[in-house]
């Protein structure tokens, strides 16, 4: 059974900073693994995807890489703004017959201004 | 041209009740899921559909029924709702094993 976990569950960092939020999961059988976005009492947004196959991706200031077969990955956000605020989930693809995404728990990160 | 939709966006009900909740995708996927985030916000599937079967069905109260009258439609009744049934509930859809996309939320309150 997958199971996800994040490191660190919240973080607070000044505005500008880079910073590296860390997500291991414990089944390397994944298809993708994604990264979300979670605004207080707001749904989940779509940040990144990274198939399987690939080691990247990059949108704009954010990053992730994926090492499948040690079971990481990695949300790396350059420059940090008080806007990037919120809590940040990722979730691995997997399941033969029975895809869904496995979350972890997020972290809660906070940019001072 | 919201692209995952739900409705109600809350909902307060008392206990014994039963109630719908609905989401409509318009992206054309193929797959849609119902995933409960409870008061710790850890989510966790419920179900999924893929093409209006089920492909899913997690160890949830059979209380809990969901229903897909086409693709682009999965709602989600539950019956006799109960105080630990508290909880956000998010609609969701992928293509195959795409990107997911998930709706705004449901908020239900058992009272």
């Known amino acids: 059974k997958q199971e996800v976990t994040q490191i660190p569950a919240a973080l607070s960092v000044p505005e500008g900073e880079n910073l590296v939020l860390n997500c291991s999961f414990t089944?390397?059988?994944?298809?993708?693994l994604q990264w979300f976005r979670q605004d207080p009492g707001k749904g989940l947004t779509s940040l990144l995807l990274?198939?399987?196959?690939?080691r990247e991706q990059t949108s704009g200031r954010l990053n992730a890489s994926l090492d499948k077969s040690s079971g990481r990955s990695t949300l790396y956000i350059a420059a940090s703004q008080p806007g990037d605020s919120a809590t940040y989930l990722c979730?691995?693809?997997?399941?033969?017959?029975?895809?869904?995404?496995?979350f972890g728990k997020g972290t809660k990160l906070s940019v001072i201004p | 041209d919201t692209a995952v939709s739900q409705t109600p966006k809350y909902l307060v009900t008392q206990m014994g009740n039963d109630k719908s909740i609905k989401c409509e995708q318009n992206?054309?996927?193929?797959?849609m899921y119902w995933y409960k985030q409870d008061s710790k916000k850890f989510l966790k599937i419920m179900f999924s559909?893929?093409?209006?079967?089920?492909?899913i069905n997690e160890t949830v109260p059979n209380r809990f029924s969901p229903k897909s009258p086409d693709k682009a439609h999965l709602n989600l009744h539950i019956n006799s709702l109960e105080l630990g049934d508290s909880a956000v509930y998010f609609c969701?859809?992928?293509?195959?094993?795409?990107?997911?996309?998930f709706g705004q939320g449901t908020r239900l309150t058992v009272v």
């Open positions: 969701a859809s992928s293509q195959n094993r795409g990107e997911a996309f």
């Open positions: 992206l054309g996927h193929d797959t």
């Open positions: 990274i198939q399987s196959s690939q």
């Open positions: 089944d390397s059988a994944i298809y993708n």
């Open positions: 559909y893929n093409n209006k079967e089920l492909i």
């Open positions: 979730a691995a693809g997997s399941g033969a017959g029975s895809y869904q995404l496995t």
